[in-house]
Each structure stands twice: as structure tokens, then as C-alpha cells.
């Protein structure tokens, strides 16, 4: 048997660089690893099955789910003859923007890698992630990192160190496909200027806090200006600054202490169903005892 910690993350700046022909859009982001997580065991079974059951029910828990892609995947390439389990401690929303799945994947990815000897690099486990999702080459390496290309392409950069993290997921949910099917190029290279990447490589933490921004936030507003009313509400309650995760529906606010946190906390949690208090952490899916 196999524990793992499957870490969530915010993009504290998020900019669409243009499309493929494929569809594939070309992004320039920086992602970031927070405590909240997913808890992920893995258990070898006799017969030649993948198992899944996770404690949250709206989760699938056939082919649709990213673990069971990604045991699959791996159970095809190399040839794997035996069977697995595997329970999913879901903590953390889904479809909210905070690679809930694809940490998951990468975590299983580690797994199967420890648990099957199979010895892959992390450049192997990336290549087999990406087939399932673009977040998931970040989720395989975590922390702080500069993420390119259609997501493929990750670089680590100075950790950004943040302890007062509120997550607020409002009550509906944003498909990732649908929300960048429908980002007008008008909005590509919106932010080409920004310079949060240069605040964090100074460790100038509190000018990259101000600095966080993302692109897909163009299109969740015009379906749900209700995100605008999460953002107007923690900038009251004191917050630096308060945008959207990926493509949402989840939103995060940094705040300077934590009482301020823990005011906007109760707030929030008047109004919304699913708040959270998290921090920064410097890893992605790791191993537990």
C-alpha cells in the first residue's frame, strides 16, 4: 500500500499567448502548490482491474477520472499484468480551478512509478501526464513554477512564500474546455507587461501578491459577474489583491496577516459554502507515512 498527499494550486498570474491550429491555446503561467490537498492510496489487488472510490460522490470513478486515465496509461505502456485500488480523499473542489484531477493524476503517475519499479524520470512521468492534462507536468514537480507552451513546458522559479490564503469557490462550477473555447483572442497577451515574474525572482513578495492576474477571469465575469462580488468583498475585508484560479470557479485572496484573513474567512463563509484557509507549499504530489 501507497499513501500520497495530492497538493491543489492557485496561477497567480495566468496570460493566453495565441491558439494552435490544434486548439490548443499557448499560455505563460505561474503556478503555485498550496496546502490544501487530496489524499490518494494505492493498493495492489490479484485481479487484473482498476479499482477507484473516492469519498466525494459527484466524482466519476470510471474511465473518466484522471486516475483511472493515467493507472491505464501506464498499465498499457509497460506492460502492467497486475491490478490496483485506488481510494481519493477529495478535499479539494472540483472544477474550480485548482488542478483537483490533475493533482491527483500526478500523484498516481509517482505512485505506479515506486510502487512498479518502473524507474521513469520526471521528464518520462511529464510526458505520460500530459497526455491526460496540461496541469498535470506542474503537479508532477510543484511549488513555485513558470509554466509555457500549451502548459508542457515548466520551469522552477523562487518559491513565492504566502501564509494567508483564503480560497473561495462560489456555488457553480466552470469547464476548462468551455471556458477557453470561448476566450476571444482580444484578450491574448493581455498582460505581456506584467511584471510579477521579476517581483518573485527578487523575492519582492508583496509587490508580486499585487501584481497576480489572469486572463480566463474575461470570460467566467460575463457568465458570473457573482466573481466580481467575491473580489469587491476580500479587497474590503483587507485582502492585497483577490482573482480567479485558472479557468475557476475558484477564486483566492492574499492577505498580510491572518486576522484579516480569518475576518474575510467568516465573511466569506456567511455567503459561500466551500471557504478555505491554506498557504504556499514548496512541493507536489508527495509520498506520506
Not at 478535499?91 to 509517482?110: D, F, H, Q, T, Y
Not at 513546458?153 to 468551455?178: C, G, H, Q, R, Y
Not at 460575463?222 to 466573481?227: A, D, F, G, W
Not at 491572518?258 to 474567512?265: G, I, V
Request: with cysteine.
Amino acid at each position: 500500500m501507497l499513501k500520497l498527499y495530492s497538493y491543489g494550486k492557485i496561477n497567480l498570474f495566468l496570460d493566453v499567448e495565441g491558439r494552435l491550429n490544434n486548439g490548443y491555446h499557448l499560455i505563460k503561467s505561474i503556478m503555485q502548490s498550496i496546502d490544501l490537498h487530496d489524499e490518494i492510496v494505492l493498493n495492489p489487488i490479484k485481479e487484473n482491474r482498476i479499482i477507484i472510490e473516492c469519498s466525494d460522490t459527484s466524482i466519476p470513478t470510471n474511465e473518466n477520472n484522471t486516475c483511472y486515465k493515467a493507472a491505464r496509461l501506464i498499465k498499457e505502456t509497460y506492460s502492467i499484468n497486475t491490478g490496483i485500488h485506488i481510494y481519493i480523499q477529495k478535499n479539494i473542489p472540483s472544477e474550480a480551478g485548482l488542478a483537483g484531477g490533475s493533482g491527483n493524476a500526478a500523484a498516481v503517475i509517482k505512485g505506479f512509478n515506486n510502487l512498479w519499479n518502473l524507474n521513469l524520470s520526471l521528464h518520462e512521468m511529464q510526458v505520460i501526464g500530459l497526455k491526460i492534462g496540461a496541469d498535470i507536468p506542474f503537479c508532477l514537480v510543484g511549488g513555485t513554477c513558470l509554466a509555457e507552451g500549451i502548459g508542457d513546458k515548466v520551469t522552477e522559479i523562487n518559491d513565492f512564500l504566502w501564509d494567508n490564503i483564503l480560497i473561495i469557490k462560489p456555488d457553480f462550477s466552470m469547464s476548462t474546455a468551455f471556458v477557453y473555447k470561448n476566450l476571444s483572442p482580444m484578450y491574448y497577451n493581455l498582460y505581456k507587461d506584467n511584471r510579477i515574474l521579476d517581483y518573485i525572482v527578487e523575492g519582492n513578495y508583496e509587490e508580486a501578491a499585487i501584481c497576480v492576474a489572469n486572463t480566463l477571469e474575461k470570460v467566467v465575469e460575463k457568465i458570473h459577474p457573482e466573481i466580481n462580488h467575491v473580489k469587491e468583498l476580500m479587497i474590503n475585508k483587507g485582502a492585497l489583491s483577490c482573482i480567479m484560479t485558472g479557468s475557476g470557479s475558484a477564486l483566492f485572496a492574499l492577505f498580510n496577516n491572518e486576522a484579516e484573513m480569518d475576518e474575510a474567512y467568516i465573511a466569506a463563509k456567511n455567503i459561500f459554502p466551500k471557504v478555505y484557509k491554506t498557504r504556499t507549499v514548496k512541493t507536489g504530489a508527495i509520498f506520506c507515512d
